[in-house]
């Protein structure tokens, strides 16, 4: 199949390089946001997320006159829904961005068109949700419009590349719309693409970030544990995974972003009698700030007044992004037990999150800090050394919740630091789940 016009509906973290990578193929691309904000930043000229090498794709798509951005979409030859699933308050999946995308292309759906959900969703989204309000058009899918899944898989911090590079998956509502979708990815894809049915490529994207994130629960177990024996976690995993067979994640101050600390949800949902480790997998990630909030507990005894420093806010290294950040959470705990934390984000100086104190710069956070508190890898934070660091503050204590600042040269220049998962301090206790 041959497609001159596609059209994007979301235009975030996966919609806008996406519509990029088609328009830079020459393909002309409608991008439509229903935020205000989104279409008249892109129609600047400029952009609202941060992604390395993203804003002179978008410039060059946007001069190019191929990609166009508005807030409604037009005919076109396919209609990719990349809008976020979120999750509500009870865990089950947040499906109204995706219902309303849906709508929005029924009204302009054609003889011919392709449509393709790659939002992430729980299974049979796409024939039980997507395709009856498609219908409603009166057209039939498989027989007057073609229909399929094909999850976004692509990591933040190297969208473009991956974007590009990584097998894709394409599940069609039956054969000839997965081979519709394929034709319209081979656009920009040079990666495998699979072809399968629209349901098992929605598992294979949960199953994904499920398998991901009971890996990194046991990571974050065996730094608990490791912590109460008196054991270096880091050097523990470094050594089990010479094991040919074994591959152990790293411990971290939780698991946060908008996939794997969501997706494993929908499966809960879908078969609750059928997914407890993935339930329980979730609650320890999700329990991973009480046990970093803990470690600065065992290490410094009372919180109240105790001014922190807190480095790095972002859900993981090297991006900007905050949603469901186990940092953010950190941050709001120290701050419910009476601690004064200033956190640096270098990736969002501007965020604006309640109950949470921004420095503008390092020298800011640091200044008048009683502990530094490292909660996120980014390159920034690695390079910095003690002498930077003894320069911008009086304090030595730091714990480091990511393992970045365990080189001897911390404790040489004075400093006492304590790492997640590294028992150096009266044993933990019982983590309530
Ligand atoms: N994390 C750890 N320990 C680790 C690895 C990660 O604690 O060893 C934490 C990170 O700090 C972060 C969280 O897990 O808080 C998730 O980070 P991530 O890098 O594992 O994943 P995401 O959410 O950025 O992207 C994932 C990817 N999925 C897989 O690798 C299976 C990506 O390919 C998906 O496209 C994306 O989810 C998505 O959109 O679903």
């Known amino acids: 199949m041959k497609f001159n016009h596609v059209c994007i509906m979301g235009l975030g973290y996966i919609g806008l390089p996406t519509a990029c990578m088609f328009a830079s193929n020459g393909i002309r691309v409608t991008g439509v946001d229903v935020n205000e904000h989104i279409v008249q930043t892109l129609n600047q000229g400029k952009i609202h997320i941060q992604e390395p090498g993203l804003d002179p794709l978008v410039q060059a798509a946007l001069l190019s006159g191929l990609l166009t951005v508005k807030s409604y979409p037009e005919p076109a030859d396919a209609f990719i829904i990349t809008v976020p699933t979120p999750f509500y308050d009870n865990k089950k999946a947040d499906m109204r961005a995706v219902t309303s995308a849906t709508e929005m292309i029924g009204a302009y759906l054609q003889v011919g068109n392709v449509v393709i959900l790659e939002s992430t969703s729980p299974p049979r989204t796409t024939v039980d949700l997507v395709q009856p309000i498609l219908e409603r058009s009166g057209l039939k899918a498989g027989k007057d419009f073609l229909l399929a899944y094909s999850p976004e898989r692509v990591l933040?911090?190297?969208?473009?590349?991956?974007?590009?590079?990584?097998?894709?998956?394409?599940?069609?509502?039956?054969?000839?719309?997965?081979?519709?979708?394929?034709?319209?990815?081979?656009?920009?894809?040079?990666?495998?693409?699979?072809?399968?049915?629209?349901?098992?490529?929605?598992?294979?994207?949960?199953?994904?970030?499920?398998?991901?994130?009971?890996?990194?629960?046991?990571?974050?177990?065996?730094?608990?544990?490791?912590?109460?024996?008196?054991?270096?976690?880091w050097e523990a995993i470094g050594i089990a995974n010479k094991h040919p067979r074994v591959k152990i994640m790293n411990p971290g101050p939780g698991v946060g972003g908008h996939c794997i600390s969501v997706d494993p949800w929908f499966l809960v949902e879908a078969a609750p009698d059928l997914t407890p480790l993935v339930r329980t997998a979730r609650q320890v990630n999700d329990a991973?700030?009480?046990?970093?909030?803990?470690?600065?507990?065992?290490?410094?005894?009372?919180?109240?007044?105790?001014?922190?420093?807190?480095?790095?806010?972002?859900?993981?290294?090297?991006?900007?992004?905050?949603?469901?950040?186990?940092?953010?959470?950190?941050?709001?705990?120290?701050?419910?037990?009476?601690?004064?934390?200033?956190?640096?984000?270098?990736?969002?100086?501007?965020?604006?999150?309640?109950?949470?104190?921004?420095?503008?710069?390092?020298?800011?956070?640091?200044?008048?800090?009683?502990?530094?508190?490292?909660?996120?890898?980014?390159?920034?934070?690695?390079?910095?050394?003690?002498?930077?660091?003894?320069?911008?503050?009086?304090t030595r204590r730091v714990i480091d919740a990511v393992n970045a600042w365990s080189s001897n040269e911390w404790p040489e220049a004075g400093f006492e630091v304590h790492t997640l998962g590294v028992g150096s301090l009266q044993p933990a206790p019982a983590i309530q789940q």
């Open 156 to 233: 933040p911090g190297q969208i473009l590349k991956e974007l590009e590079e990584n097998a894709r998956v394409i599940g069609g509502i039956d054969i000839a719309s997965a081979e519709a979708g394929r034709d319209l990815y081979a656009t920009f894809v040079k990666g495998e693409i699979v072809l399968t049915d629209a349901t098992t490529a929605e598992m294979i994207k949960l199953m994904e970030n499920t398998y991901r994130d009971i890996n990194i629960a046991i990571a974050n177990e065996f730094a608990r544990i490791a912590d109460r024996f008196g054991v270096n976690v």
């Open 288 to 394: 991973q700030p009480h046990f970093v909030v803990d470690l600065v507990r065992r290490a410094e005894g009372s919180l109240t007044g105790k001014r922190i420093a807190v480095l790095g806010l972002a859900f993981k290294a090297d991006v900007d992004d905050l949603r469901e950040s186990p940092a953010v959470e950190i941050v709001r705990l120290l701050n419910q037990e009476g601690a004064h934390t200033l956190a640096y984000e270098p990736y969002a100086l501007e965020a604006n999150l309640e109950g949470v104190q921004l420095a503008t710069t390092l020298e800011a956070a640091l200044e008048g800090a009683e502990l530094i508190l490292l909660l996120v890898r980014h390159r920034q934070f690695l390079e910095l050394t003690p002498t930077i660091i003894a320069q911008r503050t009086t």
